[in-house]
T-cell receptor, first 114, second 110 residues
Framework: DAGVIQSPRHEVTEMGQEVTLRCKPISGHNSLFWYRQTMMRGLELLIYFNNNVPIDDSGMPEDRFSAKMPNASFSTLKIQPSEPRDSAVYFC????????????FGQGTRLTVV | GQSLEQPSEVTAVEGAIVQINCTYQTSGFYGLSWYQQHDGGAPTFLSYNALDGLEETGRFSSFLSRSDSYGYLLLQELQMKDSASYFCASQNQAGTALIFGKGTTLSVSS
């Protein structure tokens, strides 16, 4: 398996634009997580899905953020409208579930909002 | 809610042993994990403790004490390539989502 695949790797956009980040989890994994990493706040859990169903989105900072998982092999994180304070590295991770602890991270999307 | 505390920085020399501590406060707790992240890279899984005691994986070991809400990562025979950030993470009440500490930056010098 190629691991968790995220796209794009880098995104530069202007304030007010819509941004869509994409993630393909490892095949067979039941859980998917979106994290945001900044120097100030570290790795923050935004939302996680179990069997394609959102379980906890309490980490989503504002209504400008939304996430979907239409099937087991694809998820999106959308920011609309984007703001400069959204600049961060966004990681997607998947986990086998069933009591296994390890999560496998994608390489991340570095988002810069100017 | 959950919170995990770990030191922000640790320095050591090649060949030494270093211990990175993590204390946690959680409303539910299933286990403690450790992740390594090199600059510009993604976090990678190192170790997991669900039960009290020591888990050993090569040069790295991890320890958990549930009664003390405390764990640590022990790195032995340090190498320059071990310079990275190390995160402890706990599973929430549902036993799935990982909540991460702020990370400890380890600098290994020659």
């Amino acid at each position: 398996d190629a691991g968790v695949i995220q796209s794009p790797r880098h995104e530069v956009t202007e304030m007010g634009q819509e941004v869509t980040l994409r993630c393909k989890p490892i095949s067979g994994h039941n859980s998917l997580f979106w994290y945001r990493q900044t120097m100030m706040r570290g790795l923050e859990l935004l939302i996680y899905f179990n069997n394609n169903v959102p379980i906890d989105d309490s980490g989503m900072p504002e209504d400008r953020f939304s996430a979907k998982m239409p099937n087991a092999s694809f998820s999106t994180l959308k920011i609309q409208p984007s703001e400069p304070r959204d600049s961060a590295v966004y990681f997607c991770a998947s986990s086998p579930g069933q009591g296994r602890a390890e999560a496998f991270f994608g390489q991340g999307t570095r988002l810069t909002v100017v | 809610g959950q919170s995990l505390e770990q030191p922000s920085e640790v320095t050591a020399v090649e060949g030494a042993i270093v211990q990175i501590n993590c204390t946690y406060q959680t409303s539910g707790f299933y286990g403690l994990s450790w992740y390594q992240q090199h600059d510009g890279g993604a976090p990678t899984f190192l170790s997991y403790n669900a039960l009290d005691g020591l888990e050993e994986t090569g040069r790295f070991s991890s320890f958990l004490s549930r009664s003390d809400s405390y764990g640590y990562l022990l790195l032995q025979e340090l190498q320059m390539k071990d310079s990275a950030s190390y995160f402890c993470a706990s599973q929430n009440q549902a036993g799935t989502a990982l909540i991460f500490g702020k990370g400890t930056t380890l600098s290994v010098s020659s």
